[in-house]
């Protein structure tokens, strides 16, 4: 194994990714979830492989980290060894709480299934690039609102019955809403807005499909409403005439019978990484009723967890009689069997472990990689400053704290309201942008969260009555929140 996956590509447990600590594996299991003796297993052996960290990501993965090209060959024998069975190919998520729910709208692994089974036997995996995903939300109480795709399925209940809002291109909140129709043609959408991505490439994006592709999608069922697309105009024929024969052409779907294809829309294209989850959805921490029994959700904080925590809180989870832990996206796990009245007592142990056991702990608000001295890539011990800005500032952290070892920003992809980042001149602050952006100030790394500490007296001493720290942020503006930052005195000082 001398070839590893690059950035940007999804670390499979057949093609890990390099990283500053090492190599790195994903992996999901097709069974949803895992046995406490499997989790167990698979502790042990990031212990033994790995440098003994294990992560659930954004979007409900499981990585191990620290390998090496022989520990990863060993680690993908020994996961085949356990008999765990993992997901390869375009990634059709469902919800922590398929199929089990009974808040749910509808069960939506049985139309994931199918998707998947399509996805094959057209061939798109080899065609479409690594960060494609489908979500199949059946609803509930864990949605994936927070969940970017490509492609969108989300249950909804209409006086006809159960519909399925088709969207591409994003989250619960910033998707482009298709239609709404019955699971059949559901499905039959999706994989259509795949093989139109994959005839512009494995580099393209559901975002990359013209307005021309995605009136002709909204119009499958039939003809879509002006509102659906407001800057179409039906009467220049870029609704009908593909949707009229959209499911009869035996052509592949982007192109005319004329030979002219449709024209791409024009724009960026980026892939999401697995830190791209957004937050506007309940967090998989806590308890949550099912039909006759109850599940407890419990937060790794900032995703990551030594392995033998892990392993301790598995051993504890087997013997009160949990059957099965599955990966939730929100980088959480969730304990399912177990007698009800256990679930206290695990969430107690997990408490006790340093598990996030409550929605409300300040961790939930910080996104932390692993820092110095885990990741050669590191400039600053990202999970120390974490700690301390949580003990110290919780009151305010109603926003997303970003805290990256480097300009990378694998914690968190997108823009988040205050981002430290370590370089060369120490921490930068970057306020409401993404790692890579420049910082508009720098304190030493040992310091950074003093800095932030200097910034919350701000937001305390400036906010109005019932203003949110986060809106605070906006208006006092990216220029007095850097000299707050920068001027904020050292320990020595006080």
Same mark, same amino acid.
């Not at 919800?95 to 089974?117: K, M």
């Not at 791209?276 to 900032?302: K, M, T, W």
């Not at 720098?442 to 003093?450: I, S, V």
């Given at each position: 194994?001398?070839?590893?996956?690059?950035?940007?590509?999804?670390?499979?447990?057949?093609?890990?990714?390099?990283?500053?600590?090492?190599?790195?594996?994903?992996?999901?299991?097709?069974?949803?979830?895992?046995?406490?003796?499997?989790?167990?297993?698979?502790?042990?052996?990031?212990?033994? /492989?790995?440098?003994?960290?294990?992560?659930?990501?954004?979007?409900?993965?499981?990585?191990?980290?620290? &390998?090496?090209?022989?520990?990863?060959?060993?680690?993908?024998?020994?996961?085949?060894?356990?008999?765990?069975?993992?997901? !390869?190919?375009?990634?059709?998520?469902?919800?922590? &709480?398929?199929?089990?729910?009974?808040?749910?709208?509808?069960?939506?692994?049985?139309?994931?299934?199918?998707?998947? @089974?399509?996805?094959?036997?057209?061939?798109?995996?080899?065609?479409?690039?690594?960060?494609?995903?489908?979500?199949?939300?059946?609803?509930?109480?864990? *949605?994936?609102?927070?969940? *970017?795709?490509?492609?969108?399925?989300?249950?909804?209940?209409?006086?006809?019955?159960?519909?399925?809002?088709?969207?591409?291109?994003?989250?619960?909140?910033?998707?482009?809403?298709?239609?709404?129709?019955?699971?059949?043609?559901?499905?039959?959408?999706?994989?259509?807005?795949?093989?139109?991505?994959?005839?512009?490439?494995?580099? @393209?994006?559901?975002?990359?499909?013209?307005?021309?592709?995605?009136?002709?999608?909204?119009?499958?069922?039939?003809?879509?409403?002006?509102?659906?697309?407001?800057?179409?105009?039906?009467?220049? $024929?870029?609704?009908?005439?593909?949707?009229?024969?959209?499911?009869?052409?035996?052509?592949?779907?982007?192109?005319?019978?004329?030979?002219? @294809?449709?024209?791409?829309?024009?724009?960026?294209?980026?892939?999401?990484?697995?830190?791209?989850?957004?937050?506007?959805?309940?967090?998989?921490?806590?308890?949550?009723?099912?039909?006759?029994?109850?599940?407890?959700?419990?937060?790794?904080?900032?995703?990551?967890?030594?392995?033998?925590?892990?392993? !301790? &809180?598995?051993?504890?989870?087997?013997?009160?009689?949990?059957?099965?832990?599955?990966?939730?996206?929100?980088?959480?796990?969730?304990?399912?069997?177990?007698?009800?009245?256990?679930?206290?007592?695990?969430?107690?142990?997990?408490? *006790?472990?340093?598990?996030?056991?409550?929605?409300?702990?300040?961790?939930?608000?910080?996104?932390?990689?692993?820092? !110095?001295?885990?990741?050669?890539?590191?400039?600053?011990?990202?999970?120390?400053?974490?700690?301390?800005?949580?003990?110290?500032?919780?009151?305010?952290?109603?926003? *997303?704290?970003?805290?990256?070892?480097?300009?990378?920003?694998?914690?968190?992809?997108?823009?988040?309201?205050?981002? /430290?980042?370590?370089?060369?001149?120490?921490?930068?602050?970057?306020?409401?942008?993404?790692?890579?952006?420049?910082?508009?100030?720098?304190?030493? $790394?040992?310091?950074?969260?003093?800095?932030?500490?200097?910034?919350?007296?701000?937001?305390?001493?400036?906010?109005?009555?019932?203003?949110?720290?986060?809106?605070?942020? !906006?208006?006092?503006?990216? @220029?007095?929140?850097?000299?707050?930052?920068?001027?904020?005195?050292?320990?020595?000082?006080?």
């Amino acid at each position: 194994m001398n070839a590893f996956s690059r950035r940007g590509a999804c670390p499979a447990l057949s093609a890990p990714m390099q990283t500053g600590d090492g190599l790195l594996v994903r992996l999901n299991p097709v069974a949803g979830g895992l046995s406490p003796k499997f989790l167990i297993g698979l502790a042990e052996s990031a212990l033994r /492989l790995g440098n003994g960290i294990m992560e659930v990501t954004a979007r409900g993965s499981l990585q191990i980290r620290g &390998l090496t090209a022989e520990s990863a060959t060993v680690l993908a024998a020994e996961v085949d060894a356990l008999g765990i069975a993992v997901r !390869t190919g375009v990634p059709v998520e469902t919800g922590p &709480l398929a199929g089990i729910d009974p808040q749910e709208i509808a069960d939506p692994l049985p139309l994931a299934q199918r998707i998947r @089974a399509a996805v094959e036997e057209a061939g798109l995996t080899q065609r479409l690039g690594p960060k494609i995903s489908v979500v199949v939300d059946g609803g509930g109480q864990l *949605t994936l609102n927070a969940v *970017t795709a490509d492609v969108r399925l989300v249950a909804m209940r209409t006086d006809a019955g159960v519909r399925w809002q088709v969207s591409v291109a994003g989250d619960g909140q910033n998707a482009k809403r298709l239609v709404a129709v019955e699971d059949d043609t559901a499905h039959d959408i999706a994989v259509a807005v795949l093989r139109m991505v994959a005839e512009k490439g494995r580099e @393209a994006r559901a975002r990359d499909l013209s307005e021309r592709q995605l009136a002709s999608l909204a119009g499958w069922h039939s003809m879509a409403p002006p509102s659906v697309l407001p800057d179409i105009s039906p009467s220049r $024929g870029e609704i009908s005439s593909f949707a009229v024969r959209a499911r009869s052409s035996t052509l592949v779907i982007g192109e005319s019978k004329d030979g002219s @294809a449709i024209s791409p829309l024009e724009g960026e294209m980026s892939g999401r990484t697995e830190g791209g989850a957004v937050e506007h959805s309940r967090r998989p921490i806590g308890f949550f009723n099912l039909s006759h029994a109850i599940a407890l959700g419990i937060g790794l904080p900032y995703g990551s967890m030594p392995a033998d925590k892990i392993i !301790t &809180l598995a051993q504890n989870a087997l013997t009160l009689g949990t059957t099965e832990i599955r990966l939730a996206p929100g980088r959480a796990l969730l304990l399912l069997g177990q007698p009800t009245a256990a679930s206290q007592p695990l969430q107690d142990t997990a408490a *006790t472990l340093g598990f996030v056991t409550s929605p409300a702990d300040p961790r939930t608000r910080i996104a932390a990689c692993p820092g !110095t001295p885990a990741c050669a890539s590191g400039r600053i011990a990202t999970r120390d400053i974490a700690e301390t800005i949580a003990a110290e500032n919780a009151d305010i952290l109603d926003f *997303t704290l970003h805290i990256s070892g480097c300009a990378k920003g694998c914690a968190h992809a997108g823009k988040a309201a205050l981002t /430290l980042v370590g370089g060369e001149n120490g921490a930068g602050l970057v306020v409401n942008a993404t790692a890579k952006a420049l910082p508009a100030g720098y304190r030493p $790394g040992y310091d950074a969260a003093r800095g932030i500490s200097r910034v919350a007296a701000m937001i305390r001493s400036a906010r109005y009555q019932g203003e949110t720290a986060a809106a605070c942020l !906006t208006r006092l503006g990216p @220029a007095a929140i850097a000299e707050a930052y920068r001027q904020a005195r050292t320990y020595q000082q006080e």
